[in-house]
C-alpha cells in the first residue's frame, strides 16, 4: 500500500475565522510533506463557515443554534468523505459534543491534544488565554482539567484586553506590536500567579505571539491540533 493510500481524509470545519483557518491548512500540507517527503500533501476537505453568523449567535449566548451550523456543516464533510473532524477554533469547543453526535467519523478534541503536550512536557499548571468564552467558561478549562492540569486566567482586565485583540484584530489579519506587547505582559502576569507554561487558547494567538514572547513554555493550539491530525490520519487509526 502507498503512502497516498495510507492517509485518512481531514474534515476541517472553519472559517472562525479564516485567518486562522488558513493556518490550519498550510500546517497540515506542510506537515505531511515534512513526514511523507516529495510531492505528498494532506488530504482533506474544509467546510467555511461565515463567521459573523456564528459571532452573532456567540455573543446572544445562542450556542444551541451555532452548535446546529457547525453541525449541519460537519454532515457535509463526511458526505465528502472525511474520515475525521477537526473544529478549527477553541471557542467552538463549546459545541464539540453537539457536533460530534451529528456525524459518524471521529473528532479530535483541541485541548485533549493541547493537554497531551502539556503533560508531555511534564508540567501540571498552565495558564489560558483566549477569548473570553473560552477563559471564562468551564468548556474548555474543565477539559483540561480533566487531564489533570490546573489552570489559570488572567484578571477581569486583562481578559477584557486579550478578548478584544482577538475579535477586533487578528480575526480581521491585523497584527500589531502594541498587541504584541499587551499580551507579553499578561503572559508575565499569568508566569507571576505560578504557570509554569501558557495555552494560547485561541487559533488567532498564534499569529501575533510565540515562543520568543513568553518567558515559559507555550502550547500554540493551532499546531498541536493539525499536528495531532496529521498523526492520526497517517496511522490510518482511530483518532477518537
Known amino acids: 500500500m502507498t503512502a497516498v493510500a495510507r492517509q485518512r481524509v481531514i474534515g476541517m470545519l472553519g472559517g472562525m475565522s479564516w485567518e486562522s483557518s488558513a493556518q490550519y491548512y498550510r500546517l497540515a500540507n506542510e506537515l505531511v510533506r515534512e513526514r511523507l517527503g516529495g510531492l505528498h500533501s494532506a488530504r482533506c476537505v474544509l467546510a ?7 459571532e452573532r449567535l456567540q455573543v446572544a449566548g445562542e450556542w444551541a443554534q451555532a452548535g446546529d451550523l457547525l453541525a449541519e456543516a460537519a454532515r457535509g464533510l463526511e458526505a465528502a468523505g472525511a474520515e475525521l473532524l477537526l473544529i478549527c477554533t477553541n471557542t467552538m ?3 464539540a459534543d453537539q457536533v ?3 456525524v459518524g467519523i471521529p473528532l479530535l478534541h483541541l485541548a485533549d ?4 503536550a502539556v503533560t508531555a512536557a511534564g508540567l501540571d499548571t498552565v495558564g489560558l488565554l ?7 467558561q468551564d468548556f474548555y478549562r474543565d477539559r483540561l482539567a480533566g487531564h489533570g492540569l490546573r489552570v489559570l486566567v488572567p484578571p477581569a482586565d486583562d481578559r477584557a484586553e486579550v478578548h478584544r485583540v482577538i475579535y477586533d484584530e487578528l480575526c480581521l489579519g491585523v497584527v500589531r506590536e502594541e498587541s504584541r506587547e499587551v499580551y507579553r505582559g499578561v503572559v508575565r502576569r499569568l508566569v507571576e500567579a505560578g504557570a509554569q507554561g501558557v495555552v494560547l487558547g485561541c487559533t488567532e494567538i ?13 502550547f500554540p493550539t493551532t499546531r498541536l491540533h493539525v499536528e495531532a491530525a496529521v498523526t492520526a490520519s497517517l496511522a490510518g487509526q482511530p483518532a477518537g
Not at 483566549?130 to 471564562?136: H, P
Open 113 to 116: 491534544a493541547t493537554a497531551d
Open 93 to 95: 469547543h463549546k459545541v
Open 100 to 102: 460530534q453526535a451529528a
Open 48 to 54: 467555511s463557515l461565515d463567521f459573523a453568523e456564528v
Open 206 to 218: 498564534e499569529l501575533l505571539v510565540g515562543a520568543a514572547d513568553s518567558p515559559v513554555p507555550v
Open 130 to 136: 483566549g477569548t473570553a468564552f473560552t477563559m471564562e
